[in-house]
């Protein structure tokens, strides 16, 4: 009873797929994929022509799907693919799919040349019948005018070409019927092919590609075209002239096959045995159809590197070998120890992190929301910081993007205000190790997390404007730092922000009061930068500081005099005493001596000016006057 039904359920299916095959002139129809499986869980025999039929539409519809979603990112897993659909049995249908598909989307030709040169060096068969079927459209859409057609064959021919496909005769057939008599649409149809196969030409035949150029040139002179035309020329000799930067033959993601392994096709325009074999598109029964798919299995195989008893033996061993893994994580679990890493790899595999998403966003806030996610160790998010900075640094001009980013942590948490504060006394310290352009960079990211108050001015606390506590380095940053912010704030709002009562205390480095010459130098560098009116007080100071220095000392001098005086009124009383000794013991002495004595007065002359000296400076001016009257009297 079980085998009439079953039968019967064949027969049935057989009546379906026969009904479906007269719906159509090709013999073929769409089934729909519950009605297939149902045909083929019907349609048990692997040798009857509706099996075959079933295979055939599934056949056709796989080799459509892979060529309708192959482009360059994916072109190597779909040709594994395709090598394992029957192409030998379906080569005209891969024909067909890949001129359709070709003809739709004129820029994937070279991704679909690419497979099909893959396919080629296997499978000969298949890259001969398309070359043949390209040149038979060729022909056909040039004797009917058919311009799109021919657009699409000979782009379609020219990469071919640059695959090693077909001969580089064939272009050459092709360009020279369409420059023979030329008009717009056949000079339009050489330049786009002479794009795309120039560079290849100029390479293997450069006469023949001199002379096509020649003859482009005559047909450019001659001003017979459209100027659209004419412009199309230029611009081919303008490519030609940049070497076909932009054209190239083959794109380095699509050169997949090496050139000792590519089969040329010998084809010419002018063949007359060429067979576009319109058959191999429709359903056809082959009663030797199982031998068939043996013989493909088997070449399969060997394309592909499949084999069973390789297969059964790697899954052994990776059965074996998983089951010895495990068994060897079970002992490491045991012996399990810990272990520091003092190669700080990991603080470098965050910066890498931290970089890499920096320059892969697009705006600020992806960056800042990416950055969050990133899981940083506690204690090493100064990293971030610092890698914010060090990326604005590197830039040529600085970007506001970074300054955005660090505004946008600072104002999240209170602890990426702490570690920027600590970034910027730690860039401070060490300026002098950075040049001008990173300066400029970190200075104005600095300026801009000041200016939006996302950090607090007491950093500044740090920067002492003196002659011995800044370096050339520290000067021309604190320029640009001060600079920036007085054009976001302005100079009003700068002064009012200075002058604050809780600033003075960090920011009496920048103004020193301790001295006056530092005062000068600060006064100076204020000025000399273009902001002199944040100077008034410190101008202030420094013309009553004379004043207050001169009050100090006199009060300082007076007390010192005070106490000399003293010391000087005991020392004149005592020298009295000893001078009246004196006095009286010479006059006795005089009186002794008599006149022979010479008198005081003639004592103080002698003693105030040495006779010689007197003589000397008498007769120097004695001769400077009497000079010209000798002069006179020996002439």
Not at 287 to 307: M, R, S, V
Not at 379 to 398: D, K, P
Not at 608 to 623: A, E, G, K, L, N
Request: hydrophobic residues 30%; glycine residues 4%.
């Amino acid at each position: 009873m079980s085998r009439e039904i079953e039968s019967e359920g064949r027969f049935n299916g057989l009546k379906q797929v026969d009904t479906l095959k007269n719906n159509t002139r090709a013999g073929g129809a769409y089934i729909p994929p519950h009605r297939l499986r149902q045909l083929q869980q019907n349609v048990k025999d692997t040798s009857s022509e509706e099996y075959q039929r079933i295979t055939w539409e599934a056949l056709k519809k796989s080799i459509n799907g892979l060529i309708n979603k192959v482009n360059t990112s994916n072109v190597k897993m779909i040709i594994p693919e395709l090598f394992g659909e029957n192409l030998v049995r379906g080569r005209g249908l891969y024909c067909r799919s890949m001129m359709k598909a070709q003809t739709a989307s004129l820029p994937f030709t070279p991704v679909y040349a690419a497979v099909t040169a893959v396919i080629n060096t296997k499978l000969p068969a298949v890259g001969a019948l398309l070359l043949t079927r390209l040149v038979l459209q060729f022909r056909r859409a040039f004797r009917r005018n058919d311009k799109t057609s021919c657009l699409a064959s000979t782009m379609f021919i020219a990469h071919l070409t640059n695959q090693l496909i077909a001969d580089k005769v064939l272009v050459l057939q092709i360009l020279a019927l369409l420059l023979e008599r030329p008009t717009d649409d056949s000079v339009e149809i050489a330049v786009g092919l002479m794009r795309e196969v120039g560079a290849l030409l100029a390479n293997v035949s450069p006469r023949a590609n001199n002379a096509i150029y020649e003859r482009f040139r005559a047909v450019l002179h001659e001003g017979e075209i459209d100027k659209r035309i004419q412009y199309m020329i230029e611009v081919l000799f303008q490519v030609r002239k940049d070497k076909y930067k932009d054209n190239q033959p083959v794109m380095e993601e699509l050169d997949l096959v090496e050139e000792e392994d590519q089969i040329t096709h010998n084809i010419s325009l002018d063949d007359d045995d060429l067979d576009a074999e319109e058959m191999l598109n429709i359903f056809k029964y082959d009663p030797d159809y199982e031998e068939n798919e043996a013989k493909y299995n088997a070449i399969k195989a060997e394309i592909l590197g499949e084999d069973g008893s390789d297969e059964s033996g790697s899954s052994g061993d990776d059965e074996s070998g998983s089951g010895s893994e495990e068994e060897d994580e079970d002992e490491d679990d045991e012996n399990k120890m810990e272990i520091m890493d003092q190669t700080n790899n990991d603080i470098i595999e965050l910066r890498r992190k931290i970089y890499l998403t920096v320059m892969s966003s697009v705006n600020f806030e992806e960056a800042c929301h990416k950055l969050m996610k990133l899981h940083i160790p506690e204690g090493h998010e100064v990293e971030l910081c610092n890698m914010i900075i060090e990326c604005a640094s590197q830039e040529r001009t600085y970007l506001k993007y970074y300054g955005l980013m660090a505004e946008r942590f600072c104002k999240m948490n209170r602890t990426w205000v702490e570690n920027f504060t600590n970034a910027f006394t730690e860039i401070y310290e060490t300026i002098h190790r950075y040049e001008t352009n990173r300066l400029r960079n970190i200075g104005k990211l600095f300026a801009h997390l000041f200016n939006t108050d996302s950090l607090p001015w007491t950093a500044f606390h740090i920067i002492r404007l003196t002659e011995e506590d800044t370096t050339s380095a520290s000067r021309i940053f604190v320029k640009i730092l001060f600079q920036e912010i007085s054009e976001f704030l302005g100079l009003k709002t700068l002064k009012e922000r200075l002058l604050d009562p809780f600033m003075l205390e960090s920011l009496s480095g920048m103004f020193p009061k301790d001295n006056p010459k530092n005062t000068r130098f600060a006064i100076n560098y204020w000025t000399s930068i273009g902001l002199g009116s944040l100077t008034e007080e410190l101008r202030e100071w420094l013309r009553t500081a004379p004043q207050q220095t001169i009050k100090r000392d006199s009060s300082s001098s007076d007390s010192d005099s005070s106490s000399s005086g003293s010391d000087s009124s005991s020392g004149s009383s005592s020298s009295s005493d000893s001078d009246s000794d004196s006095g009286s013991s010479s006059s006795s002495s005089y009186s002794s001596r008599g006149a022979r004595s010479p008198s005081p007065r003639r004592r103080r002359r002698r003693s105030s000016t040495p006779p010689t000296s007197r003589r000397r400076r008498r007769s120097y001016s004695d001769s400077r006057s009497r000079s010209p009257v000798k002069r006179r009297h020996r002439s």
